[in-house]
């Protein structure tokens, strides 16, 4: 048996979506592969990776509070890590472990799934890890015009080095933009923007996907915008880390439903244990 999974702090692993999807995939393939919750505190991502590595993982995802602090535990990381600056996905082959990123290629599908890769314009609202794999998907996607909206400068000014087309505002006009995108984990009524302001013609995407339908996405289709949550992104992202462990096509249908069904229940039954 192979095993994978997903390394996440104690309350992140607990929630994830991610071994309904994975499970489901290699359920569809008839492997006998298993993907469990991988619960690490804080600060023992180094000493956790080791410790998967010699018990023959043969690779697992990584999210909050991780991605960044694995680096230094891996023997490798390949250019998708090095330019978002951030690991989502390790992969183990002969003992050595390479990690990976597969958010902005994720990113970038659900954009062509949904046509908007044809965006000339996009404010993305946050600075973090997930606005890095944003703009590298809307700078890969050749989106003329990218604009980031964050509260701290400095870190705002540090994702230059992933698109030409890059701008810091801190009190945008949502007028000049056909694509706003939240990379945070806020929600309407904190989030610094006014989509009331935003071209008819425009769409939103947050990137949140637990609601599925946050408020601002609420919003957004209220005012007749086409508007959307990150499961599109969740899903392709996972789809691409799949297909590098098992070098096989990954059913995506069937991971989305797989999510969506972890999402239900975990609506209908707040309170019950993953
Ligand atoms: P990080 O912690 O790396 O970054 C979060 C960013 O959000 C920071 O720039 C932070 O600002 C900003 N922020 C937080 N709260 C507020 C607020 N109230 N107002 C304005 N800005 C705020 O997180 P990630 O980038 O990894 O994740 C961001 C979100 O994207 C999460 O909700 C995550 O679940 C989601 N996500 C979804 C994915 C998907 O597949 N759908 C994939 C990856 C992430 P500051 O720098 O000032 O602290």
Known sequence: MEF??????PSQAAVSVSPAMHNAAFGFYDLDWL???????DGNAAAATRSLVQAGFRGWNVTMPHKISIIEALD???DSARRIGAVNTVDVSEGRSTGRNTDAE????FLRDEALAGAKSAAVIGAGGAARAVIAALSDAGVASIHVIARDPGRA???QTLAEAFEFRTEPDLADFDLLINATPADLPDLPVDIGSLPATAAVVDLVYQPLR????????ALGLRAFGGLGMLVHQAARSFEIWTAKEAPIGLMREAALGQLDKRREH???PA
Not at 4 to 9: E, F, L, V
């Open 76 to 78: 490798d990381i390949d």
């Open 214 to 221: 946050t408020k601002l996405v609420e919003a957004a289709l």
């Open 157 to 159: 000014r540090n994702l």
């Open 106 to 109: 994720g990113f970038l599908l």
């Open 35 to 41: 993907y469990v919750r991988l619960p690490v505190a």
């Open 270 to 272: 707040p309170q019950a």
């Open 4 to 9: 994978t999974g997903i390394m996440a702090g």
